[in-house]
């Protein structure tokens, strides 16, 4: 925004999507001194601007800073993706509590032990049976064992499916199935989707 002020984009479940510029945040002693980056979760205030969607940040009161995901470039890469997805399938400044909740689940997958793929591919699913778009799996035109796992994710909370391996070829069909769905959906699949190749890492 200037030199010493940034705009910081939020995810809430109370108000949805909001926008806040954070003054003076980049000052060696802003009260906002450690408190902002990325996919840090926080308690916060803001002042609304009767004129903007750009509402002025007034307190931070920091709760997690996912120091985990940090360790990861290609989770946090992930983590990323999923926001580049909610931002095509929400509107700002409306109240998504199920989505928020779904983001915040995710991260903690990704912090954890969670295979990467599993964690994309539920996350993927979950968000789409959250807007109403995702077709059952028994016309999805999977093979038996691969709609199972499509039926698992549906069907259970992304923490209970963290620990779950994914074949090869599961991989190949999922990814290939959810990245026309989204395209289909959204009229593109979003920036920093993985390709197939990275699952190996």
């Given at each position: 925004?200037?030199?010493?002020?940034?705009?910081?984009?939020?995810?809430?479940h109370?108000?949805g999507r909001i926008a806040t510029i954070?003054?003076?945040?980049?000052?060696?002693?802003?009260p906002?001194?450690?408190?902002?980056?990325l996919?840090?979760?926080?308690e916060?205030?803001?002042s609304?601007?009767?004129?903007s969607?750009?509402?002025?940040l007034?307190?931070?009161?920091?709760?997690?800073v996912r120091?985990?995901?940090?360790?990861?470039?290609n989770?946090?890469?992930?983590?990323s993706?999923f926001?580049?997805?909610?931002?095509l399938?929400t509107e700002?400044?409306?109240p998504?509590?199920?989505v928020?909740?779904?983001?915040?689940?995710?991260?903690l997958?990704l912090?954890?032990?969670?295979?990467?793929?599993?964690?994309?591919?539920g996350?993927?699913?979950?968000?789409m049976?959250l807007?109403?778009?995702?077709p059952?799996a028994?016309?999805?035109?999977?093979?038996?064992?691969?709609?199972?796992?499509?039926?698992?994710?549906?069907?259970?909370?992304?923490?209970?499916?963290?620990?779950?391996?994914l074949?090869?070829a599961?991989?190949w069909e999922?990814?290939?199935?959810?990245?026309?769905?989204?395209?289909?959906?959204?009229?593109r699949?979003?920036?920093g989707?993985?390709?197939?190749g990275?699952?190996?890492?």
């Amino acid at each position: 925004m200037s030199e010493t002020s940034v705009i910081v984009h939020w995810l809430t479940h109370e108000h949805g999507r909001i926008a806040t510029i954070a003054k003076g945040a980049r000052r060696p002693k802003s009260p906002f001194l450690g408190r902002l980056d990325l996919f840090y979760a926080a308690e916060f205030g803001f002042s609304r601007n009767p004129r903007s969607d750009l509402h002025i940040l007034t307190e931070v009161q920091l709760k997690d800073v996912r120091a985990a995901l940090r360790l990861d470039f290609n989770r946090i890469s992930l983590a990323s993706y999923f926001v580049h997805l909610i931002e095509l399938a929400t509107e700002t400044e409306t109240p998504i509590p199920e989505v928020a909740g779904l983001f915040d689940g995710a991260l903690l997958c990704l912090q954890g032990t969670a295979f990467p793929a599993t964690a994309q591919f539920g996350y993927e699913i979950q968000l789409m049976h959250l807007l109403g778009v995702l077709p059952p799996a028994e016309v999805a035109g999977l093979t038996l064992g691969t709609r199972r796992i499509w039926e698992r994710f549906v069907e259970r909370p992304l923490s209970d499916c963290a620990g779950l391996r994914l074949a090869a070829a599961q991989i190949w069909e999922l990814h290939g199935k959810l990245g026309g769905l989204i395209d289909d959906q959204f009229g593109r699949v979003p920036k920093g989707r993985p390709d197939r190749g990275e699952f190996k890492k």
